[in-house]
């Protein structure tokens, strides 16, 4: 099942989900998926013209490929404006993914300050790209087209504070366009920056995530680049605190991340 269709699949049937293998990352279900699928489980619990703005996401579990998985949102409070809505990935009786949302209808106000100019970086066709190898490169990403433009791969033992390129998804048929839905699986597509500092292999994974919407989302299909950018802001003791940014290949501004990721090496 490509990625459009477990969309489809959890908003038909979100009580009992298997995720299949071949979107693992070692023994766990990819992150960025996860967190799609209970975000569209809470999207459907919220009134239109509320858009989401924030969510705070916490990886309790890894969440096994395989078994059936109950995505499930419950709202906390309904204001003239905001909803606050909580949602959670269930397996085997336990809290695997916990996401805290927060969506809100646009109101009038005299702020406005732009967004920061996108990172300058090299053409698509000028970044190396990261093939999806059996049994090296993590499963999900034979779904996702990246191309390694700034910092070094994983292990490479590259001391860079910063990694990033363009990434995509590689969808089966004809591209659509994209939601929040869609950003949340190509902000996580990417490694923990951390990772590029060793010299071999080792397991590393987000903790908690923060990312952040910027509204409405400008127009993209499925099939356009999108510019990431990562900066590690301090690591120690096995813990890296990344600040990250996804933009269109216009340079619009889409969404606002953080993350803390565990590493084991």
């Given amino acids: 099942m490509n990625f459009s269709e477990l969309i489809q699949a959890v908003r038909l049937t979100p009580q009992s989900m298997v995720l299949p293998s071949v979107w693992a990352q070692g023994r766990a279900s990819f992150g960025g998926l996860v967190a799609a699928l209970v975000y569209e489980t809470m999207a459907s619990r919220v009134p239109e013209g509320r858009p989401v703005r924030s969510l705070a996401i916490t990886f309790v579990g890894p969440v096994e490929p395989g078994v059936p998985v109950s995505f499930e949102a419950e709202v906390l409070r309904e204001g003239k404006a905001v ?3 909580l949602g959670r990935a ?3 009786g336990q809290v695997v993914t916990l996401v805290q949302g927060s969506f809100g209808a646009p109101r009038e106000s005299a702020v406005r300050v732009e967004a920061e100019p996108a990172p300058s970086m090299k053409a698509v066709e000028a970044c190396q790209e990261l093939p ?5 490169t993590p499963e999900f990403t034979r779904y996702l087209a990246m191309r390694w433009g700034l910092g070094g791969m994983p292990f490479s033992h590259d001391r860079s504070r910063e990694m990033g390129g363009w990434v995509r998804l ?4 004809e591209a659509c366009p994209v ?10 597509a990417w490694p923990p920056a951390l990772l590029s500092h060793l010299r071999s292999p080792a ?4 903790l908690t995530w923060t990312i952040e919407f910027v509204q409405p989302v400008a127009t993209l299909s499925t099939a356009d680049w999108c510019l990431y950018r990562a900066i590690i802001e301090h690591a120690a003791d096995g813990y890296g605190h990344i600040a990250s940014g996804l933009w269109s290949a216009r340079g619009e501004l889409l969404a606002i991340s953080r993350q803390t990721v565990t590493v084991f090496g």
Avoid: C, F, M, R
């Avoid at 999806?132 to 090296?136: H, L, T």
């Avoid at 397991?203 to 987000?206: D, K, L």
């Fill in 179 to 188: 939601s929040e839905t869609h950003l949340l699986a190509l902000v996580d």
């Fill in 132 to 136: 999806y190898i059996k049994g090296v």
């Fill in 203 to 206: 397991p590393g994974s987000s």
């Fill in 90 to 92: 269930v397996q085997n």
């Fill in 83 to 85: 909803s606050q809505v």
């Fill in 170 to 173: 590689k969808e089966e048929h």
